[in-house]
């Protein structure tokens, strides 16, 4: 397993540039010792809450980009009808009646039945969607991969992202479509929930070889945290090995403390 990793993270490994000073504290994974501050200072607590802040700025930009997009007036004066409705049933029987082919209505429709509690109605909105022969875009599949794991439907999920990015030989090269950093930060970040290191491995093997995407903070300490409910301390050491060396990612312990 280790070979595997090695050989996965090196085909990703870019020019090392030369590590900006930090505390030794910030080149620790987290996962391996307590948390623990540095000595008690108030412009120390002033850096870690400014630090925190941005990484959920960070965060947060990273999820909102999942329905962001633009949208005409009529979508989103539906987009609003949809998010007033207390029913999912209410949600299924608008859209089966509405006639539109833009996907944002349907990606909201997505997002409303999680907030009501009611992720088994997300199977219904693919099949209506299917029904009304509406191509889905990267946003809409984004959308459901998401709730689907927040709702910890990981055979979905996987099911999903199978149909949509592995099994496309019979579309045309136009409706092809191609995984972003978020998909697959949101299929490594189901793989962390059940500890499923093989299945985190292989996304991002097909990430790095096969889309050529590079690795952000989100996508390793997604990882790191697969790691650590897998209790496996020698991947996770590796991980975070090349997160500092090779991947030129901005680390810092308060990012850390989000795994």
Not at 9 to 34: F, M, T
Not at 181 to 206: E, S, V, W
């Amino acid at each position: 397993m280790i070979t595997m990793i090695i050989t996965t993270l090196r085909r990703a490994s870019i020019r090392q540039k030369a590590l900006n000073k930090r505390p030794n504290w910030n080149l620790v994974p987290y996962i391996l010792i307590r948390r623990f501050r540095q000595p008690d200072s108030r412009q120390a607590a002033l850096d870690e809450e400014h630090q925190m802040a941005q990484y959920k700025k960070k965060l947060k930009g990273q999820q909102g980009a999942l329905l962001k997009t633009y949208l005409p007036l009529e979508t989103q004066y539906e987009r609003l009808l949809i998010q007033k409705m207390k029913f999912g049933t209410e949600i299924l029987q608008y859209l089966k009646e509405n006639s539109s082919q833009d996907t944002s209505l349907y990606a909201a429709a997505v997002k409303r039945c999680s907030e009501l509690k009611c992720p088994n109605l997300i199977i219904r909105i693919i099949e209506i969607v299917e029904s009304k022969h509406i191509h889905p875009d990267i946003i809409f599949n984004n959308t459901i991969l998401n709730h689907l794991g927040k709702w910890n439907k990981f055979d979905l999920q996987k099911h999903y992202f199978q149909q949509w990015f592995e099994k496309q030989q019979d579309q045309n090269i136009d409706q092809l479509l191609v995984p972003t950093i978020i998909t697959f930060n949101t299929m490594i970040k189901g793989c962390a929930k059940r500890g499923d290191f093989k299945q985190a491995l292989y996304y991002l093997h097909l990430m790095i070889d096969k889309y050529n995407i590079k690795p952000d903070l989100i996508t390793c300490t997604s990882l790191l945290s697969v790691c650590a409910n897998a209790r496996d301390i020698q991947s996770a050491e590796l991980i975070w090995n090349k997160m500092i060396h090779d991947f030129n990612i901005d680390v810092d312990i308060i990012s850390i403390r989000q795994c």
